[in-house]
């Protein structure tokens, strides 16, 4: 350590295709290991991100084989795994060279292929129960966000990227979402557009939003959330989805595991109306409706081969994303 | 059985160790906010450290008991009473059916800010993934899986003859927590620190101020009022706030994040994991001041301590003493 406030307790290169592999002390219980040294997350592309996110899916995996003694648990992050551990049973020093030897067994993860499942949800991208979080919002927390236009925020996204609101849900639709990781409150799936011509992005809410219906669909910074939860919450709302956490499970989809959604699924939506979600609420608490999931295998580098074939559509976007800012400033 | 009459700010069926191993789908460990009070009350009175308690915030609690039972009150220095009588704190009482137990109410000098009371054998509660504690964001855990309502009829649980042998006995004033206005919390720096994140300078500053408890504190986070902190050049040229980063695991609980210029600590049922950068990290032995931070007037203060310095204090336990 140079300083006594620098956390980075290590740094280690794996490979050339891998960024550095960064160890930070996160507490006297947690160690986080990150790929890359706190670049914004402007600097990355969609596809630096699913990378990273793949290889934390990775490690975690043969991290949990391991069987460390004295690690509690890990928390999946986008580019990083959080570390929990008894530092009575081992040292941080011994569990960073115990998980330095793991991330040296994988040098890439370009050509790994997934054993995953993908998962089809409808989604109402008007719901009354939206338009009701964004009302409270502007009544309660801030009476002059520009992004809450007419109890919703699809107008302010679409401006943002320089695109219609048609165009916007079409998008949203048009992809297959990567989910990379599950938490902030019960059950919540983060996940990123597979299709880079879908990669829509916007800045959070400032300050944050108390209230989220459950079931909320919302967007900033490429990354999408689902709420399993009714809570607060920072994104732009995009619309509502089904149940995805059930605690005292009447669904079966929910005996063994509360939450619907795990690292690595990947999620297609459909439009649908607020009539069709609400009768879906009622239908899953009775333990009758059928969840869309099927097996499904990601390879990675026929990922890779379809991502740069969109190249043409994606750096459509992003210009129209660029100019769409630039005028948004001068306004 | 015993009814709660009135349930103070917000009550909730707690326990030590919380739900633990969940993080990755989102599930904090909620548990006690004052992890040491709630612990002292139940071996106060012979039961597990683990068993199921009441965690009052603020005052005018009370409850009815329906029958006979041994309870210890410990925690904020609001005091308590039976039937109108005082209690003392972390003392072994025997109720009886009909007896009624009330806490005061908060006033300006109330130290701390929550009380736990344990009872003989626990509240009765189901386990839900491996704990009795209520998760207050997420509806599940506890009582119903919501805070304690007036009306609302908890079971007890069996008097054991360990309870039994407690009644009368009380912990030895110098085993009692010590309360203040001004907590100094030990924490070690990282994950997001110097130089990446905050300069030196702004790392220095954050362990010299003294922050205030804003009004906007619960079991989800305690947000403090002070200076901004002082960013590293770079990322406030690299658009977006220089708080934000790619969603990452919290450490939690524990973690002081900074969301905008903001400071908050991360109790036992913040979020597990977000966008926003943690500076530093509330050592274990320093959680349980959490729970005791009186909001809109308590001060904080951050002391340095490296990991090696918090792994040592580990190592030495006390043994408690009764009176």
């Not at chain 1, 980075?8 to 550095?20: G, N, Y």
């Not at chain 1, 089904?242 to 509360?258: G, L, R």
Request: glycine fraction near 8%; include cysteine.
């Amino acid at each position: 350590m140079s300083s006594r406030y620098d956390p980075v307790i290590k740094v280690i290169k794996v490979s050339d295709t891998c960024p550095e592999v960064v160890f930070r002390q996160a507490g006297d219980r947690f160690l986080e290991v990150v790929y890359g040294r706190s670049e914004p997350s402007s600097a990355k592309t969609i596809k630096d991100i699913i990378l990273r996110s793949v290889r934390v899916v990775t490690i975690n995996n043969l991290v949990k084989k391991a069987g460390i003694d004295g690690l509690i648990e890990t928390i999946p992050g986008g580019e990083s795994l959080m570390y929990v551990y008894d530092p009575l049973v081992v040292t941080m020093e011994d569990l960073a060279e115990k998980i330095e030897h793991i991330e040296r067994q994988i040098e890439d993860v370009g050509s790994q292929i997934i054993q995953t499942r993908e998962i089809t949800i409808p989604i109402a991208f008007e719901h009354s129960l939206i338009k009701k979080a964004i009302d409270k919002y502007v009544q309660e927390v801030n009476p002059d966000a520009f992004y809450c236009r007419n109890g919703s925020n699809l107008e302010f996204i679409a401006e943002y990227n320089g695109i219609s609101v048609e165009e916007l849900k079409h998008k949203f639709i048009d992809t297959e979402w990567f989910v990379s990781m599950v938490g902030f409150f019960p059950g919540l799936p983060y996940f990123y557009p597979l299709n880079p011509a879908s990669a829509i992005t916007c800045p959070k809410y400032n300050p944050a939003r108390t209230w989220t219906p459950e079931g909320a669909v919302d967007l900033a910074d490429y990354c999408s959330t689902i709420f399993g939860v009714e809570s607060s919450g920072g994104c732009q709302l995009i619309g509502r989805t089904v149940p995805i956490f059930q605690a005292y499970s009447t669904h079966e989809q929910f005996k063994d595991n509360p939450a619907l959604f795990r690292p690595t699924d990947i999620i297609r939506f459909y439009e649908t109306s607020e009539e069709y979600i609400d009768n879906i609420y009622g239908l899953v608490a009775e333990g009758n409706w059928n969840y869309t999931i099927t097996p499904r295998t990601l390879s990675i580098s026929s990922w890779l081969e379809q991502y740069d074939s969109k190249e043409r559509e994606a750096a459509e976007l992003r210009e129209k994303q660029t100019l769409a800012r630039q005028h948004m400033q001068r306004i | 059985m015993a009814k709660i009459l009135s349930p103070s700010i917000q009550a909730t069926v707690q326990d030590y160790y919380g739900r633990r191993g969940f993080m990755d789908i989102g599930i904090a460990y909620s548990g006690f906010m004052d992890n040491l009070a709630g612990r002292l009350v139940n071996q106060v009175i012979g039961n597990d450290i683990n068993a199921p308690a009441i965690e009052i915030t603020g005052g005018g609690f009370e409850i009815e008991f329906q029958e006979k039972s041994i309870i210890a009150i410990g925690g904020s220095d609001i005091r308590a009473s039976i039937n109108g009588n005082y209690i003392e704190h972390y003392k072994a009482v025997e109720v009886n059916p009909g007896d009624i137990i009330k806490t005061d109410r908060i006033s300006a000098a109330t130290k701390g800010f929550r009380q736990y009371l344990a009872v003989a054998g626990g509240v009765m509660v189901d386990e839900y993934l491996g704990s009795h504690s209520t998760a207050v964001y997420g509806g599940f855990g506890g009582f119903n899986g919501r805070n304690l309502k007036a009306g609302d009829v908890l079971e007890t649980g069996i008097v054991s003859e360990d309870n039994k042998a407690s009644a009368g006995r009380r912990l030895s004033r110098k085993c009692i927590p010590i309360l203040t206005d001004t907590w100094t919390f030990r924490a070690v720096p990282g994950p997001d620190a110097a130089p990446d994140f905050i300069t030196e300078e702004g790392m220095e500053e954050i362990y010299n101020t003294e922050y205030k408890a804003q009004m906007y504190c619960d079991r989800s986070g305690i947000r403090l009022k002070g200076p901004a902190p002082k960013w590293n050049a770079d990322r406030m040229s690299a658009g977006g706030h220089p708080s934000n980063i790619t969603d990452h695991g919290y450490p939690c609980p524990g973690g002081v994040n900074i969301s905008g210029d903001t400071l908050i600590m991360f109790t036992c049922e913040s979020p597990t994991s977000g966008g926003l950068i943690c500076a530093l990290s509330v050592i274990e032995e320093d959680l349980w001041k959490m729970g005791q931070i009186f909001p809109g007037r308590d001060k904080i203060r951050f002391k340095y301590c490296d990991v090696k310095e918090a792994v040592e204090l580990k190592k030495t336990d006390a043994p408690l003493s009764f009176e």
